[in-house]
């Protein structure tokens, strides 16, 4: 598959300040790429220099092979969604959709049989008389991402676009969005802080912080073979016990912690002596029972959410651990400040410099 965008050796920098460090990265043709990461790890300062609105401190942008170098925004095969969508309040929504179209130039006949197109596409091809104040959120959305496909980009780029909506609408519209970009195919590049947004939709998700990559996989590998211990406490939740190796076995290590010495996978070949965090994910602990690794304290909180509760137990140490369990009734826990015990597996753990 050939790479959409290539970004090679970006580096960005706001005066003393380095926004994005020495970060190289190809992303595929027709693929639908995530940026991931927390406010100010440079996520947006890349989408950004990829549509020509940030020009590059050092390294090359090249899109479809070619480098965009003194190349401005409306020259770029890219198209950008805000976050505040930026639509026109005073056009109906057949008039947004097409005024990328009318400002090229295109023929009416021809940019209205394109626009009907783009209504279809979106399932509102009986609402392109209505004003945008007539919308609700979720329409808005799709409004905005059928204007900027009308002027067929080869990259569309969308900067949190779902981040002012409420959470079911939100969950909705992930799955519209990958819908759209399956049946359009045109390469989507995608800024979120949102694991879910990024693990639900994304063929690959770029992990940032304080501007390099992190990590680069698809939702799978970011979330269950984390390569960074920032990617295993960022993606996803995560209970970590910090402490030294003192012991190496195999693919496994030992590990002595505030809570007690722990064994995990050690896919990191780290040697004793070294000080590493021990990650075990919450749905991966068993509750009140006996395995290759025990731990034991007080019933602090059981968060009840339907199909899964959130068990969280107060360690000798102070610490908080957290297990989630699914299908089972909350009035099968014990009373806060009771004796509980939490279990996992060796295989499920993993070790990671600290």
Do not use: W
Request: charged fraction near 20%; proline fraction near 4%.
């Amino acid at each position: 598959m050939t790479a959409a965008v290539e970004i090679d050796h970006l580096t960005v920098q706001f005066g003393l300040f380095t926004a994005v460090k020495d970060v190289s990265l190809q992303i595929r043709q027709g693929e639908f790429f995530s940026f991931l990461g927390p406010s100010g790890c440079g996520k947006t300062t890349i989408l950004r220099a990829i549509s020509g609105f940030q020009d590059p401190t050092q390294g090359v942008i090249r899109i479809g092979g070619q480098d965009m170098s003194g190349i401005g925004p409306n020259q770029r095969p890219t198209a950008l969604i805000f976050q505040n969508l930026a639509l026109f309040p005073l056009m109906t929504v057949s008039e947004n959709i097409g005024y990328g179209l009318r400002v090229r130039g295109v023929p009416k006949a021809d940019r209205d049989r394109k626009v009907d197109e783009l209504l279809n596409l979106i399932a509102l091809s009986d609402q392109g008389h209505k004003k945008i104040e007539e919308l609700s959120g979720g329409q808005k959305q799709r409004v905005a991402i059928a204007r900027a496909l009308a002027v067929e980009p080869k990259v569309l780029l969308l900067d949190e676009p779902l981040s002012a909506l409420d959470l079911k609408l939100r969950q909705h519209m992930r799955n519209e969005l990958r819908a759209i970009q399956r049946r359009v195919g045109v390469t989507f590049i995608y800024i979120t802080h949102d694991q879910g947004e990024a693990l639900t939709m994304s063929d690959r998700i770029a992990v940032m912080n304080r501007g390099k990559i992190e990590q680069v996989g698809n939702g799978r590998d970011v979330y269950e073979h984390p390569q960074t211990s920032f990617v295993a406490s960022f993606v996803g939740e995560n209970n970590g016990f910090t402490g030294t190796i003192t012991k190496i076995s195999g693919h496994q290590a030992e590990i002595e912690t505030s809570v007690g010495r722990l064994v995990g996978l050690n896919k990191k070949s780290l040697p004793v002596g070294t000080k590493a965090t021990l990650f075990i994910r919450p749905e991966a602990m068993q509750f009140g029972a006996q395995g290759e690794n025990n731990l034991s304290g007080t019933a602090a909180d059981a968060a009840y959410e339907g199909m899964t509760t959130h068990l969280t137990m107060k360690a000798h140490d102070g610490s908080s651990i957290v297990a989630t369990l699914t299908g089972a009734p909350a009035r099968e826990f014990p009373s806060q400040g009771s004796s509980v015990s939490f279990a996992f597996a060796t295989r499920d753990a993993l070790i990671l410099p600290a």
